[in-house]
């Protein structure tokens, strides 16, 4: 029987991937060397085509490592010393300060509530700070903060690096990277992928901090310092033995994405979740958490169920379609609905006819 997963990740699996699974194998991509020209170039393709997804400037390096959370404490170890700044709403921002406190840093913060942004331009930031990191997408809440005022951020503070998670607004946020310094995502969200694999971009201002600390004799990480990334990056390969299959099947999706041309993507999502929004706002009982329309996420949409909850999440599952279960304190709260590029617009369609179905029994 068929299911959709609306899960926030992992989540469904990109229409694609079981005819590439079978295209990998084919080609041996399992057992190839990772020290060999054929994966030399599937590392370059792969890269070339994330820098035209995301328009990453070529002044930028792109790495990959295992995970959005390896991202976070890459991100830390190579680009702070002592002083980085949180914007925490939520668990993933959370988890990011925290490895920075573990880590030995003096991390501060500036929290809002579940379900609610920040005030970004007056956020009161010590001055000095080295780092200033945010979660585009709180995952954990359905919270996504506007990148015009993020931008801002670097005009404010042109001093410090500025880190944003994308890991689960990408591919939908088209990025601005002139004011971006350390930008990270992994592929289980947004790009429908099984578990394993993250992005992260940098500028030459975060690897040349990475560089600065080095020679401080601060430490910043042995096989995946930026240092140590970097060096094999330009040779077109990882320092250890990378998920070559994953990778593989990485650029199989970006250039489906490419071929179906990102902009169609991100119209397609907007549709998809404002028919969502547009049910829950119309609806007498169900509602969206975040009520502020500013800070409502795209991508990952957070419905208040209440004590409908669990016997909502069961209705939906007997009919195929799996929602998430809300995050940490919400759990018997909340219902999260993933709107990514791997469901289609009917799937969409079909949830909302379900859960209008649910409340009219
Ligand atoms: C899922 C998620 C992470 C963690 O990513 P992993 O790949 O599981 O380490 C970090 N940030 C956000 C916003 C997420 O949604």
């Keep these: 029987m068929k299911k959709t997963f609306f899960t926030p990740g992992p989540t469904q699996i990109y229409p694609t991937i079981a005819a590439s699974i079978q295209a990998g194998l084919h080609e041996y991509i399992a057992s190839?060397?990772?020290r060999s020209k054929e994966f030399e170039n599937l590392f370059s393709q792969t890269v070339n085509n994330l820098r035209q997804l995301f328009a990453i400037p070529k002044e930028y390096s792109v790495f990959f490592v295992s995970s959005g959370t390896e991202a976070m404490e890459r991100i830390i170890e190579n680009c702070v010393e002592t002083h980085s700044f949180h914007f925490i709403n939520g668990s993933f921002s959370k988890r990011f300060y925290e490895i920075?406190?573990?880590?030995k840093k003096k991390p501060s913060e500036v929290s809002a509530e579940y379900g609610e942004g920040f005030d970004i331009l007056h956020a009161s930031i010590p001055p000095g700070v080295e780092m200033i990191c945010l979660t585009h997408n709180e995952t954990s809440t359905g919270v996504m903060l506007p990148l015009p005022e993020i931008y801002a951020l670097k005009k404010q503070y042109p001093r410090s690096l500025i880190a944003l998670d994308i890991v689960s607004s990408a591919p939908y946020t088209n990025l601005d990277f002139r004011f971006l310094d350390c930008v990270f995502f992994s592929v289980q969200k947004g790009f429908g992928l099984p578990a394993g694999l993250g992005i992260l971009i940098i500028s030459p201002q975060a690897m040349e901090k990475s560089v600065r600390l080095t020679r401080k004799g601060i430490?910043?990480?042995?096989?995946h310092s930026f240092n140590t990334l970097s060096e094999y990056a330009l040779k077109h390969q990882t320092p250890e033995t990378p998920p070559v299959f994953h990778i593989y099947l990485l650029n199989a999706v970006i250039t489906h994405m490419l071929d179906r041309g990102i902009d169609n993507i991100r119209r397609d999502m907007t549709e998809k979740k404002t028919i969502l929004y547009q049910f829950l706002d119309?609806?007498?009982?169900?509602?969206?958490?975040v009520t502020n329309k500013k800070f409502r996420s795209s991508t990952v949409i957070v419905m208040q169920t209440g004590e409908h909850t669990t016997k909502l999440r069961q209705f939906l599952f007997t009919h195929h379609l799996i929602v998430g279960e809300g995050y940490g304190k919400y759990?018997?709260?909340?219902?999260?609905?993933?709107?990514?590029?791997?469901?289609?617009l009917d799937e969409m369609k079909q949830l909302v006819t379900i859960i209008k179905a649910y409340y009219q029994k």
């Excluded at 430490?219 to 096989?223: A, R």
């Excluded at 759990?331 to 289609?344: D, G, H």
């Design 32 to 34: 190839i060397s990772h």
């Design 100 to 103: 920075a406190g573990e880590l």
């Design 219 to 223: 430490m910043t990480g042995s096989y």
């Design 282 to 289: 119309s609806h007498p009982i169900l509602q969206a958490f």
């Design 331 to 344: 759990k018997n709260q909340q219902l999260r609905v993933a709107n990514f590029p791997a469901t289609s």
